[in-house]
């Protein structure tokens, strides 16, 4: 049994699971992303191709990380651009804290950035009398609500426009019982334009960090990490190792996939690529490990670094999409979450939050194997003897069970039978939390045994 | 220093081996590359302007005045009644900004913008309203293309632009301006 403190998946899902409403309508929001990718990979005729030389792209980039960081940084001196490197999020954010304090910031306004959330480095910097505004709608919307995000493109999914009402006339004091969204949209407009105008530095994450010129490239809809990193003078950009790549035409692969993947649009609004500070700013790039580097330790969980951050496999998770981004134990959800998260994980439930269906790998633009790492993950917790729910206990009996002819035939025409004849409210109990939110199946009038002896056999 | 180190060195006990970079080679969609620009250019919230050219831009331009619009032009040729700002954040009552772009993509409607040609950096972002123009001979097929193509020069800016700036962060509903301009006109020349 696990001794941790946190809630296992199952359990937080439970919660999310309470407004059977919601999750309906949260599942098809998230399903609706996925058909909008559908249709824009459908209407690529090379998008096969594009995943295949993604993948590809990606693999080489990772098993040539060193050579490419280094080029990367020789390169982006050349622009004046300061490169930094930190270990671990406590490392970056005392590189970003020192930046900040040097230059007497007072106010930060941030573009999304996972990375920045991976390493919490809102609550440190704010500790350090620094304001950081989120200026992603959806970022904001969470901010201001004091919520982490619940998904990695749209963080503001789970909210309902009324909430995001009774929000803003909360914070930002729009009229009491506006849900509009193009209104409630108008007014962060406005509220966050002054944040731009007033803050004194901009931080974004990369959305990938081109070698061989020395640039980094941002990719919003909205344009808030042009109007943050654009306007003061000093801008900031966060960079998980994995977000290299050789040159610009392999980030125009990249480019053609992202965003189609993400929301089924061609391109974001807005690609930007930075090879340098204003006129008379200053530009830093902070490149982070945090955990990368372990991870390429194992062939199996490396492939997760080829993750883009599109949130495709997300949107087509039949459990992500009926659990909720709350509930897994950490602060990416979803498939690329378990694969990049697990090890984090003290209830260590979140390989199970997962069916195999398999779905997010067909899905992924860079053919991360998702499944495959998930499963690799069970595998790994097993063999650091850290099975949640008492799995340890009962799964080798389970094993023990499996393998006797005998008791398995046996015990199965039981189960047939009873079935056929029990009630199901006095056989649901049995089933433990499978049954929970489940029908019963229907019984097969003979095993499969039998089945194939009488036809096959 | 010791970071790098650090991280360089742990970079040697990854586990894969070492794969080759693939070949880039995607056949482009060469036929009629205008429309294609067209179609893609509407599915992003941006209109294209195929007749009329810088005439036609200048009109618009005038009336816009006339109304007591704040208009910046970039752009030789077109005439609007701001100049360039002695700072960025004076930028902030623009109404109107008219930006030459260099090179369009066919296959998402996206237009390139250099910083050469932006005054500060922030203004294709920060005005209301943006009129791009672009030369019909500029347009290339994909992404590929586009990246062969576009210069970046050591300390540049640049930035694809594909329609006005828009979000759909409450509850998945389209809202076209967000932080950036709210309406994207893009006149062929
Ligand atoms: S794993 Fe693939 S599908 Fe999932 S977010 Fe990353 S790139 Fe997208």
Request: aromatic share 6%; proline share 4%; net charge neutral.
């Amino acid at each position: 049994m696990s001794t941790s403190t946190s809630a296992t998946h199952a359990h937080k899902a439970e919660i999310f699971c309470k407004d059977e409403s919601r999750v309906d309508w949260h599942s098809k929001a998230l399903w609706m992303l996925r058909e909008k990718r559908d249709r824009a990979a459908g209407s690529l005729p090379e998008w096969e191709q594009l995943r295949q030389i993604g993948s590809e792209m990606k693999l080489h980039t990772l098993t040539h990380l060193g050579q490419y960081l280094e080029e990367f940084e020789q390169n982006c001196h050349k622009n004046n651009i300061k490169v930094h490197w930190a270990k671990d999020g406590a490392e970056h954010n005392r590189i970003v804290h020192e930046i900040l304090a040097e230059h007497n910031v007072k106010k930060l306004v941030k573009s999304k950035s996972m990375l920045t959330e991976e390493c919490h480095m809102n609550p440190y910097l704010e500790q350090r009398g620094i304001e950081v505004i989120d200026t992603d709608l959806g970022e904001r919307i969470i901010q201001l609500a004091g919520q982490p995000p619940s998904h990695i493109v749209v963080p503001a999914i789970h909210l309902k426009k009324e909430e995001v009402g009774d929000l803003f006339h909360d914070k930002l004091g729009t009229d009491a019982g506006a849900s509009d969204p193009l209104y409630l949209t108008r007014a962060a407009r406005a509220h966050l334009r002054e944040q731009f105008l007033s803050a004194d530095a901009a931080m974004t994450g990369v959305n990938m960090a081109i070698a061989d010129k020395g640039a980094v490239v941002v990719c919003t809809n909205e344009g808030n990490a042009d109007m943050g990193a654009n306007l003061p003078k000093l801008q900031l950009h966060s960079m998980g190792i994995d977000k290299i790549v050789p040159n610009i035409d392999s980030a125009a692969v990249l480019l053609r996939t992202l965003a189609r993947n993400a929301t089924g649009q061609p391109i974001t609004t807005y690609s930007s690529f930075y090879r340098g500070p204003q006129e008379g700013g200053e530009m830093h790039v902070i490149i982070v490990d945090n955990g990368r580097t372990d991870m390429l330790k194992d062939k199996i969980l490396a492939e997760a670094l080829k993750c883009i951050r599109c949130g495709g496999c997300l949107n087509t998770c039949p459990v992500y999409r009926r659990s909720g981004g709350y509930s897994y134990n950490y602060t990416i959800p979803g498939p690329i979450g378990i694969a990049v998260g697990s090890q984090c994980d003290d209830t260590n439930s979140m390989p199970w939050a997962c069916t195999l269906c398999g779905s997010c790998s067909y899905v992924c633009p860079t053919k991360v194997p998702l499944d495959k790492i998930i499963h690799h993950h069970r595998r790994l917790k097993a063999e650091a003897g850290k099975l949640p729910y008492g799995k340890a206990s009962y799964m080798p009996l389970v094993g023990k069970f499996m393998a006797s002819e005998t008791a398995l035939n046996c015990s199965m025409s039981v189960a047939r039978m009873a079935l056929k004849i029990l009630p199901g409210s006095l056989l649901k109990p049995f089933s433990g939390a499978w049954g929970k939110y489940r029908e019963l199946p229907v019984a097969p009038n003979s095993s499969f045994e039998a089945w194939f002896k009488k036809n096959r056999g | 220093m010791s970071s790098k180190h650090d991280i360089l060195n742990a970079l040697k006990s990854a586990a894969i081996a070492p794969q080759a970079m693939p070949v880039i080679k995607v056949a482009p969609r060469i036929d009629d590359l205008v429309g294609q620009f067209e179609a893609s250019l509407n599915t992003v919230a941006g209109t294209l302007h195929r007749e009329g050219g810088l005439a036609k831009l200048q009109a618009q331009v005038d009336e816009q005045i006339a109304q007591g619009m704040q208009i910046i032009s970039m752009l030789d040729g077109i005439k609007g009644n701001r100049e360039v700002t002695d700072t960025a954040h004076q930028l902030r009552d623009i109404d109107y900004a008219v930006i030459p772009g260099d090179l369009g993509v066919a296959e998402n409607g996206a237009i390139w913008v250099n910083n050469k040609n932006l005054g500060h950096r922030v203004t294709p972002f920060i005005c209301e309203n943006l009129f791009l123009v672009l030369e019909a001979k500029t347009i290339v097929a994909n992404m590929h293309q586009a990246a062969s193509k576009l210069t970046l020069d050591s300390g540049e800016f640049g930035t694809f632009i594909a329609g006005p700036s828009k979000t759909a962060d409450i509850e998945q509903a389209l809202v076209v301006g967000a932080h950036g301009a709210c309406s994207l006109n893009v006149y062929l020349v």
